[in-house]
């Protein structure tokens, strides 16, 4: 396999620096950031007091050696600087935007220079910080259609916010949860559903059998609500589903054509057919 290379226009840079940049983001997000280091960025969420997402991103530890550059949505970048501004009080951290700097996947046979392992998946590939300009081989367009054909979930395009609890985004199998390092913002309900291990409902890849329409509802043969369908392309496709039909092999269609709920090998699920 050739390495593919794309610029994630789709993504944006914040930078948090300053002697309390550690505590501050530790205090507030569901991952590690002491795990932080220039080969290993964690992937993270700032949850509400309820659980429920906000936001998620990939923390960088910064070249110059203090703080952490944010790999976070573009367009929710400018929300997520204010909301993080919101917890600073007398924080000496700062939160900026950092315009100057671009965000890279690749993915095939080998890592470019500087490129840190994607932290949620492997078969993702590698990601990295870097000024633009960067020559590349493949587009956003076919990064999307990688990380759909492995089922991983991409921000609030997936995850809708303020309403899916961070384990259902399914956190917990793609490294976006630490439950040893204590407190966080939402940490008391994530804890409660982790220890009772049931998720009722979650995001699953599902391979769709034709175009997708207005209605994105997925239904059981008697037309029961098992679902809805997030983003998809080239016949693949993220969809929110509760785990009863799944568990339950139950037939699920879309706009009445077939869909087949899959399991790849980092989410096994009773039910679901092998990706």
């Known amino acids: 396999m050739a390495i593919h290379l794309a610029h994630l226009s789709d993504r944006a840079v914040l930078e948090i620096t300053g002697p309390d940049a550690v505590p501050f ?6 991952n590690d950031v002491a795990k932080v280091t220039p080969a290993t960025p964690v992937w993270a969420a700032l949850l509400s007091p309820q659980g429920k997402y906000l936001f998620d991103f990939l923390i960088f530890a910064r070249p110059e050696g203090d703080g952490f550059l944010l790999d976070a ?14 917890y600073r009080l007398r924080a000496k951290v700062e939160v900026t935007p950092r315009p100057d700097l671009s965000v890279y996947a690749a993915w095939g046979d080998s890592a470019p220079e500087g490129a840190a392992e994607d932290p949620r998946l492997p078969a993702l590939g590698y990601r ?6 960067l020559s590349t081989t493949a587009s956003l367009e076919d990064y999307d259609a990688h990380r759909l054909a492995l089922g991983v979930p991409n921000g609030s395009r997936d995850i809708s916010v303020d309403k899916m609890l961070w384990l259902e985004t399914n956190a917990v199998e793609l490294n976006g ?24 409902k979650r995001l699953m890849p599902v391979r769709l059998s034709a175009p997708v329409g207005e209605d994105v509802t997925l239904r059981t043969p008697d037309g029961k609500d098992a679902g809805e369908l997030r983003s998809h392309r080239n016949g693949q496709g993220v969809a929110f589903l509760r785990m009863e039909y799944v568990e339950a092999n139950a037939p699920l269609t879309l706009g009445g054509a077939p869909v087949e709920v899959l399991s790849p090998e980092w989410l ?3 039910g679901a057919a092998e990706a």
């Not at 990295?128 to 300009?133: D, E, L, V």
């Open 25 to 30: 983001l530790q205090g507030l997000v569901t």
């Open 268 to 270: 096994p699920a009773s």
């Open 177 to 200: 949860v630490d439950f040893r390092k204590g407190c966080y913002v939402g940490q008391e309900n994530t804890a409660r559903m982790y220890h009772r291990s049931k998720v009722r």
């Open 73 to 86: 949505e573009a367009e929710r970048a400018e929300m997520l600087a204010k909301r993080l501004s919101m």
């Open 128 to 133: 990295w910080i870097t000024a633009p300009g």
